[in-house]
Nanobody
């Protein structure tokens, strides 16, 4: 049974950092792409950062380039999202998602193509 469990969200001041974790079970990361998505109130879910199962290549949305880094620990079957220089507009519920790895890399801009989702973790950036 595929399961994704996020952790690490919370309240942080602008300019601060958080590290989110996505613990996966029921499959191994080598065969699945993992993505971090976020959804703010009244807004559509958007892809933030994704990592390919096949070769570990990464994708970051323009809004987070240079600030967020996605990585994985295959031994722990866990994917991380390191978020630095956080801004109030980063406030959202953050979800991790998984999809079988395939040609063309992770579909980070198309949240509706992902098969499995975690329950989400709230990130609030506020002073």
């Amino acid at each position: 049974q595929v399961q994704l469990v996020e952790s690490g969200g919370g309240l942080v001041q602008p300019g601060g950092s958080l590290r989110l974790s996505c613990a996966a079970s029921g499959f191994t990361l080598d065969y699945y792409d993992i993505g971090w998505f976020r959804q703010a109130p009244g807004k559509e879910r958007e892809g933030v950062s994704c990592i390919a199962g096949r070769d570990g290549s990464t994708y970051n949305a323009d809004s987070v380039k240079g600030r967020f880094t996605i990585s994985r620990d295959n031994a722990k079957n866990t994917v991380y999202l390191q978020m630095n220089s956080l801004k109030p507009e980063d406030t959202a519920v953050y979800y991790c998602a998984a999809a079988p790895t395939g040609l063309g890399g992770p579909k980070c801009s198309s949240w509706y193509l992902w098969n499995y989702w975690g329950q989400g973790t709230q990130v609030t950036v506020s002073s």
